[in-house]
């Protein structure tokens, strides 16, 4: 393998492994924070029962 060769190879592993990261963080977002709601949030089971 020439010097060339190894070089585009690098480039494209750094692209590859850079798309990977941006599709991932892209994914997480979608995820929901946590399972508990906060104080204000507005969701019924956090209503107190009187």
Do not use: W
């Amino acid at each position: 393998m020439d010097f060339q060769t190894a070089i585009v190879a690098l480039i494209i592993l750094a692209a590859l492994v850079y798309a990977g990261n941006l599709a991932r963080h892209k994914l997480k977002a979608f995820k929901p924070k946590d399972k508990s709601c906060a104080a204000n949030c507005g969701c019924e089971s956090k209503k107190i029962k009187n």
